[in-house]
């Protein structure tokens, strides 16, 4: 397909565990974005990459989320010890540096 | 915390009527950008305003700046059954970067 496509759409995850999140940009696509999205509320940024590299991973809430782009185009987003907290929508976007983003559909993560 | 606050918070207008959205951000910008997202969708852009724009125009959409006032509006005229959905404003931050943070979020419900 064309668009951003995010896997899994539907994640259930006890507290404590371990989670991944991928997320695969429009091809050729430079920049990728994650934001997380609480019900009611703005996407809030976590991270984004311009290639390979994460150009501002400032939005990341703890040492417990890390994202990667190994080879600048699917990025995984992982979440370490996973708590109550960390439900919520998380949604990837691509952009190619014209500003206007790209978002997929987002995977919803609960944690019971 | 999030740059961008929409006002209102919820709007409730008659199919035919003109919707009018507010967003307010707190520092400069390089642009402004306006998106909607349907209800347990992804997020899809609308328009891009640079800060040396004043007006821009889209199909029925409208969108003002003023940097003045770090304020912008989207007017969407006309409205439709469709167009019921969220509305969010995102502004680069810092600014001249492709890092997005994104407002609060206006409700929009078009009643048949």
């Known amino acids: 397909g064309a668009g951003v496509s995010q896997t899994p759409s539907n994640k259930v995850t006890e507290k404590g565990k371990y989670v991944e999140l991928r997320c695969d940009p429009i091809?050729?696509?430079?920049?990728l974005y994650w934001y997380r999205q609480s019900l009611g509320q703005g996407p809030e940024f976590l991270i984004y990459?311009?290639?390979?590299?994460?150009?501002?991973d400032s939005g990341l809430p703890n040492d417990r989320f890390f994202a990667v782009r190994p080879e600048g185009s699917v990025s995984t987003l992982k979440i370490q010890r996973t708590e109550r907290g960390d439900s919520a929508v998380y949604l990837c976007a691509s952009s190619y540096e014209t500003g206007e983003l790209f978002f997929g559909e987002g995977s919803r993560l609960t944690v019971l | 915390s999030q740059q961008g606050e929409e006002d209102p918070q919820a709007l409730s207008i008659q199919e035919g009527e003109n919707a009018t959205m507010n967003c307010s951000y707190k520092t400069s910008i390089n642009n402004l950008q306006w998106y909607r997202q349907n209800s347990g969708r992804g997020l899809v852009h609308l328009i891009l305003i640079r800060s040396n724009e004043r007006e821009k125009h889209s199909g029925r959409l409208r969108v003002t700046l003023d940097t003045s006032k770090k304020s912008s509006s989207l007017l969407i005229t006309a409205s439709r059954a469709a167009d019921t959905a969220s509305y969010f404003c995102a502004t680069d931050f810092p600014p001249g970067t492709y890092k997005y943070i994104f407002g609060t979020g206006t409700r929009l419900k078009v009643l048949a």
């Open positions: 990459f311009q290639g390979t590299g994460a150009a501002d």
């Open positions: 091809s050729g696509h430079t920049a």
